[in-house]
């Protein structure tokens, strides 16, 4: 199989997720996925959206939504549950009428997946997702690997056997914001090590040439696994935005989890 799988959205399986989990394909691209009336709508009331705001853990990055990767403190956690379905909420509103591209893909997920696919939950409260995120001009998305893991409780107790991630594609520069993937799964301990002192990913001098580079296209759903090497290249002119989501895998026999 392909380093990326193309396939159109009526036709994506199970099996194409699973070809990630296992790292038999590095990423999963689906054209056309978002509704044109649905990118419309996006220019009117996300881009420019009064409430988007900085990152907490990376002050570079901007974002509309807490995302879960922010928690630091247990003020953080509790503060990101309490406004997870507000936030939910507030992206349905901004399209209306409209089915968002977040709800076309979670009801995607419930509909592949031999078990289906449900809002995570974690210590029975519920978790955000659609995560709008903005990557503003010059601003270097660089290499680095995500983890559920780094910022569940430390008593919970159950883990993901695998964990991928999807973007939906809201706004495409025409220069720049090319997704770069490595074939490369560090462990956590390596991944320290190649990240050493920084607060946030690897320094791209101390990468290899990447396998795999993907210029994404407007209203494309692109599905990777995070826990192998991935950046963004820098924009030009304009901001790349995205609709964001965590897919969890707990076993083939649970249904998919997701959440921002």
């Known amino acids: 199989m392909g380093k990326v799988i193309e ?6 399986t199970g099996n194409h997720l ?4 296992t790292g038999d394909a590095l990423a999963i691209r689906i054209p056309n996925f978002v509704q044109i009336s649905a990118t419309e709508r996006a220019k009117e009331k996300l881009f420019f959206h009064q409430d988007k705001g900085a990152l907490g853990h990376a002050r570079e990055f901007t974002r509309l939504g807490i995302a879960y990767a922010e928690i630091k403190t247990d003020e953080i956690r509790q503060e990101y549950h309490q406004q997870a ?9 901004i399209f209306g009428e409209l089915a968002s ?13 031999p078990e289906g696919a449900h809002l995570l939950s974690v210590k029975k409260q519920k978790c955000f997702v659609g995560v709008c995120r903005y990557l503003t001009p010059n601003v270097d998305l660089e290499p680095h690997i995500d983890s559920l893991e780094w910022t569940l ?4 107790d159950w883990t993901l056997q695998y964990q991928l991630s999807a973007n939906i594609y809201m706004q495409v520069p025409d220069h720049g914001g090319e997704l770069e993937m ?16 920084r607060h946030y990913g690897i320094n791209r001098h101390d990468m290899p040439t990447p396998d795999l580079v993907i210029k994404p296209k407007l ?3 692109i599905i990777l696994n995070p826990r192998f ?5 820098p924009v030009k002119e304009q901001d790349r935005i995205t609709l964001s989501s965590f897919i969890g895998v707990i076993s083939e026999n649970d249904p998919l989890v997701y959440w921002s």
Request: charged share 30%; net charge negative.
């Open 7 to 12: 396939v159109d959205v009526k036709s994506l």
């Open 18 to 21: 699973c070809s990630l989990c």
């Open 85 to 93: 379905i507000k936030n939910i909420q507030r992206i349905r509103d």
């Open 101 to 113: 591209p977040i709800e076309h893909f979670r009801t995607l997920l419930d509909d592949i997946w």
């Open 153 to 156: 409780p430390p008593d919970t």
């Open 182 to 197: 490595w074939d490369i799964q560090p462990s956590a301990l390596e991944y320290e090590r190649l990240k050493g002192t």
């Open 219 to 221: 209203r494309d759903l």
């Open 229 to 233: 090497i991935h950046a963004v290249r």
